[in-house]
C-alpha cells in the first residue's frame, strides 16, 4: 500500500513520520510553490523521492490523506476529479470555516470530485498537530464514512500509528466532527488562553 499525504502543513509531516515509522511506503504531496522551511520538510525534500505535486502524489497512492489548509482544496479536488483516481481511499483530516452556511470541507469534497470512498479522520488534531497538543494529550481520533469494508481499512490506519479510533457513523456525520473541532478552538479563543483544550466522548 502506498499512502500519500496532501497539504505542507504539520500535521501532514507529522502524521507522515509516525506512518513510516511503522513501514508504510508514504510520499507527500505539495503545492508547487511550496518552500520547505522545517527541518523535517527539508530531510523529505533530500530524499527525491518523497515530494510531489498534488495531482503526481494522488495519482500514486492507493489511500490519500488531506492535511492541507482550506485555500488550496479546490486545486486539489480538481487532481482528484481524474477517473483513474475514483476507487482510492480519500481521508479527509481538514476542518472547513467556521460558518454553519458553507457546509464542511468533507461535503465539498464529495459532491465536488464525486468521491464515494471518503472518510473523514483525524481532523480533532487541527493542521498544526502537534504544536496544537504539547501535552500528548490526544490519544484518539473520530472516524466516519458510508462504506464498511473500507470504513474496517481507516479504522486499522489509525491505530497502526497508535491513536484510539472511534466510530462517528456515516459520513454524514462529518459537519459534526467539524462543529467539535471548532467548539474547542472557540472555547480558548473566549477564555483568551495560549494552551489548547481538548474533549473527548465518554460512552458507558
Not at 486545486?75 to 475514483?86: H, P, R, T
Not at 490519544?139 to 466516519?144: A, G, M, Q, R, S
Request: glycine residues 6%; aromatic residues 10%; proline residues 2%.
Amino acid at each position: 500500500m502506498k499512502l500519500a499525504i496532501i497539504g505542507g502543513t504539520k500535521l501532514a509531516v507529522t502524521l507522515g513520520n509516525k506512518y513510516m515509522s511503522r513501514g508504510v511506503d508514504v510520499i507527500f504531496g505539495v503545492r508547487d510553490e511550496f518552500e520547505p522551511k522545517q527541518i523535517e520538510w527539508k530531510i523529505l525534500e533530500m530524499q527525491k523521492d518523497k515530494l510531489y505535486g498534488y495531482c503526481t502524489a494522488i495519482e500514486s497512492a492507493d489511500v490519500v490523506m488531506l492535511c492541507c489548509e482550506n485555500e488550496y482544496l479546490p486545486k486539489i479536488v480538481a487532481c482528484l476529479n481524474n477517473s483513474n483516481n475514483s476507487e482510492k481511499i480519500i481521508i479527509d483530516c481538514t476542518n472547513g470555516q467556521f460558518c454553519p452556511d458553507l457546509g464542511c470541507n468533507t461535503t465539498y469534497i464529495q459532491q465536488t470530485a464525486g468521491h464515494k470512498k471518503i472518510y473523514k479522520a483525524f481532523n480533532n488534531l487541527g493542521l498544526d498537530y502537534p504544536k496544537s497538543d504539547p501535552l500528548e494529550l490526544l490519544k484518539e481520533t473520530y472516524f466516519c464514512g458510508d462504506c464498511e469494508n473500507e470504513k474496517a481499512k481507516v479504522k486499522k490506519l489509525i491505530e497502526l500509528i497508535g491513536f484510539k479510533a472511534i466510530d462517528a457513523g456515516k459520513l454524514q456525520n462529518a459537519f459534526l466532527l467539524e462543529a467539535f473541532y471548532h467548539l474547542r478552538k472557540e472555547i480558548t479563543h473566549v477564555k483568551n488562553s495560549s494552551s489548547d483544550y481538548h474533549f473527548k466522548l465518554m460512552s458507558v
